[in-house]
């Protein structure tokens, strides 16, 4: 029931940063999973070709240390779980960014008769991604430390096969520590309805219709009554299907209105979707992910993003203690933003493209060891800096 709503609530336009909140843990069994958890970096452009930030050199080494958790603690008629990452960073040349990194995420499910609900809290705190400070703000902008927190709850009935009824609903919250972003300050509730229908033949086959209403709580402009930001809505399909016990299939595709609510900022109307497959081989395993939805937006004075990514992930496992991990995923975001803000790009688009492979060694069930590297490159034509960045770390985790 709870995979029912998991594409259609997953679309929603999300909080207006780019950190997605830790999942929670998979599976239904007992496991308390705690790992204490170092990282060491070196990013060859850690300023992001700022020439606000740079003090003659770009790059930089961080230190990562943190707790990771993953706890599932099963009941008789549902279960509790919280998930997530409590840490710092610390950077060699660069000290200012030095900053502790949270990511945390807890909920539960209850079971009455034939529903379940559930309910989840997420919690983040870090440094502003520092790709999201137009060539426009202050150099104190930079500093920033930026909280979001997210609240869900929602409820799904009906059997295993049959009927599906399920609403959710969500109010996700972005927080900034300095004046010079407050204006990067949102709210958002979303509403979701669901209506599925499982069936052995073709899976889980839903539709869904969703609203939701976006504030920028801190930005008003003079003269001009209300606040900008955006009400969204959205109607769709929805399929869930195991292809086989090793492929798995879950997408949406839906039409969506993007209706703002300062003047002379464009709307936008037309297609959404949201899709993944997940194909697991006794040796390794591949995952395609592919999204297209409005959200709100980090940049100061910008309305709302339609944000589109494509994602790939391959692991193959090289031996018992051994396994290979590459990724590619590129992001084009398409900005809208009012002409009564002089500063704000109008239009314009943001494209990013990251690459990473990770190794991954596990001399026992404890302690493992990994070694990656990465590209980034992102490409403008509005104020944000266009960069490339290259960074290699090694992370040691071990099992408490």
């Known amino acids: 029931m709870l995979a029912l709503l998991a594409t259609a609530t997953a679309i929603q336009p999300a909080l207006a940063q780019r950190q997605a909140f830790t999942p929670r843990p998979s599976g239904s069994e007992r496991q308390i999973s705690v790992h204490a958890t170092g990282q060491l970096e070196y990013n060859?452009?850690?300023?992001?070709?700022?020439?606000?930030?740079?003090?003659?050199?770009?790059?930089?080494?961080?230190?990562?240390?943190?707790?990771?958790?993953?706890?599932?603690?099963?009941?008789?008629?549902?279960?509790?779980?919280?998930?997530?990452?409590?840490?710092?960073?610390?950077?060699?040349?660069?000290?200012?960014?030095?900053?502790?990194?949270?990511?945390?995420?807890?909920?539960?499910?209850?079971?009455?008769?034939?529903?379940?609900?559930?309910?989840?809290?997420?919690?983040?705190?870090?440094?502003?991604?520092?790709?999201?400070?137009?060539?426009q703000d202050t150099a104190p902008a930079l500093n920033n430390t930026e909280e979001a927190r997210a609240y869900s709850?929602?409820?799904?009935?009906?059997?295993?096969?049959?009927?599906?009824?399920?609403?959710a609903y969500s109010r996700n919250e972005v927080r900034n520590s300095l004046a010079q972003r407050k204006f990067a300050d949102s709210d958002t509730n979303t509403v979701t309805a669901q209506l599925g229908l499982t069936s052995p033949a073709l899976g889980t086959v839903s539709v869904f219709g969703r609203m939701s209403d976006s504030s920028y709580i801190h930005r008003t402009v003079p003269g001009v009554s209300g606040r900008d930001g955006m009400k969204s809505y959205a109607a769709g399909v929805?399929?869930?299907?195991?292809?086989?016990?090793?492929?798995?299939?879950?997408?949406?595709?839906?039409?969506?209105?993007?209706?703002?609510?300062?003047?002379?900022?464009?709307?936008?109307?037309?297609?959404?979707?949201?899709?993944?497959?997940?194909?697991?081989?006794?040796q390794y395993g591949v995952q395609l992910l592919a999204s297209r939805n409005p959200q709100p937006s980090t940049l100061l004075f910008v309305g709302y993003e339609i944000v589109t990514t494509v994602s790939a992930t391959a692991t193959r496992k090289l031996s018992d203690r051994t396994q290979l991990s590459l990724q590619a995923t590129k992001t084009w975001r398409e900005l809208a933003s009012s002409r009564l803000?002089?500063?704000?790009?109008?239009?314009?688009?943001?494209?990013?493209?990251?690459?990473?492979?990770?190794?991954?060694?596990?001399?026992?069930?404890?302690?493992?060891?990994?070694?990656?590297?990465?590209?980034?490159?992102?490409?403008?034509?509005?104020?944000?800096?266009?960069?490339?960045?290259?960074?290699?770390?090694?992370?040691?985790?071990?099992?408490?």
């Open 44 to 135: 060859d452009n850690v300023v992001l070709n700022d020439p606000r930030i740079t003090s003659g050199a770009r790059g930089d080494v961080i230190a990562s240390p943190s707790l990771d958790l993953s706890i599932v603690l099963p009941r008789a008629t549902g279960q509790l779980y919280l998930a997530g990452t409590v840490g710092y960073r610390f950077y060699r040349r660069y000290t200012n960014f030095n900053r502790e990194n949270i990511s945390l995420t807890g909920g539960g499910d209850q079971r009455i008769a034939s529903c379940v609900v559930h309910g989840e809290v997420g919690y983040q705190r870090h440094l502003t991604d520092l790709s999201s400070v137009l060539v």
């Open 238 to 282: 929805q399929l869930e299907r195991a292809v086989s016990s090793r492929l798995n299939f879950r997408g949406s595709v839906n039409y969506s209105k993007v209706d703002p609510k300062l003047a002379s900022t464009p709307g936008f109307s037309g297609i959404g979707f949201d899709l993944s497959a997940v194909y697991s081989g006794d």
């Open 153 to 167: 709850a929602d409820i799904g009935c009906g059997s295993a096969y049959g009927l599906r009824p399920a609403l």
């Open 341 to 400: 803000f002089t500063l704000a790009p109008t239009t314009g688009n943001d494209n990013t493209l990251t690459l990473f492979g990770t190794v991954n060694f596990r001399p026992n069930p404890r302690l493992n060891f990994s070694l990656g590297a990465g590209y980034n490159k992102r490409t403008s034509n509005i104020g944000l800096y266009q960069y490339r960045s290259k960074r290699i770390n090694l992370t040691t985790s071990l099992s408490l």
